[in-house]
């Protein structure tokens, strides 16, 4: 009868041991570390969620120097009683920036933020006046196009008023025109704003029914043809014109400075 070989059992690797080992010391720390952070996360959020300390207090608003006192305070009121007392960071700030884009729907940027501990601050910039725009009816624009709303009574004064534009009745407040003619019409207002010689004269008004033959109007009635393009350099030629001494200006009809050399058209 033969005799069974006797196997040895196999021992695992020495280094694999070792292995093994190591890692389980390397990741108890790490297992206490996590748990740690874990739980002094509840407490944090435990706190920030549920200490009277971040209820709602204050509601601020912010706007330009040149806007201050534009945005009616009662629409502030109405939020911090919508929302007095509430935890600041279960408050949808989204929401809030809709209640004032419902508000004021000619606005440029909302902006609605957290100031801790107690506070929101509403950040409003507000599109100005630059023109009226004239056609079937009229309408106030800023100088991107955009139509606004009639809170800007205080700033309308002397705005010059663009013609030759067809609008429709009806458009809504914050709808941007996007005429070709009125875009050329505003390119030519900003450049008119920057010439600070023509403040002493006045725009009364700007034609822009052909946008290759754009032309003003002086607050004297002088027309002023300056056509579609290098709007600045022919405004050079306008100022250097009308500050010539033999220039009696009662008795100029139109300027033409769509050449080098300005066009007098006597009256």
Not at 62 to 70: D, H, Y
Not at 73 to 81: A, E, G, M, T
Not at 138 to 156: C, K, N, R, V
């Amino acid at each position: 009868m033969k005799r069974q070989k006797k196997f040895k059992k196999s021992k695992p690797f020495p280094m694999l041991s070792g292995l093994k080992a190591a890692m389980l010391e390397k990741s108890a720390p790490l297992a206490v570390l996590v748990i740690f952070v874990l739980v002094i996360f509840i407490l944090a959020r435990a706190f920030l969620t549920r200490s009277d300390y971040f209820r709602l207090r204050t509601v601020e608003a912010k706007s330009p120097a040149s806007e201050t006192g534009m945005m009616p305070s009662i629409k502030y009121d109405q939020l911090l009683n919508l929302y007095k007392g509430r935890n600041i960071f279960t408050i949808n700030l989204k929401s809030i920036v809709r209640f004032f884009e419902d508000a004021y729907p000619d606005a440029k940027e909302i902006r609605a933020y957290i100031v801790l501990p107690d506070k929101i601050v509403v950040s409003l910039r507000c599109r100005w006046p630059a023109a009226f725009l004239k056609g079937e009816r009229a309408y106030i624009i800023d100088d991107e196009g955009y139509i606004l709303s009639g809170m800007y009574t205080s700033s309308l004064k002397n705005l010059p008023v663009i013609e030759g534009i067809s609008t429709r009745q009806g458009e809504r407040v914050g709808r941007k025109f996007t005429s070709g003619n009125l875009k050329t019409a505003l390119e030519l207002l900003k450049e008119i704003k920057k010439a600070k010689f023509l403040t002493k004269y006045g725009v009364a008004r700007i034609s822009a029914q052909d946008p290759k033959n754009l032309s003003f109007f002086l607050a004297g009635g002088i027309e002023v043809r300056i056509g579609s393009e290098n709007f600045k350099d022919r405004l050079k030629v306008l100022e250097k014109t009308i500050k010539d001494p033999r220039m009696v200006l009662d008795r100029i009809d139109y300027i033409d400075v769509r050449f080098e050399d300005a066009v007098i058209g006597p009256k």
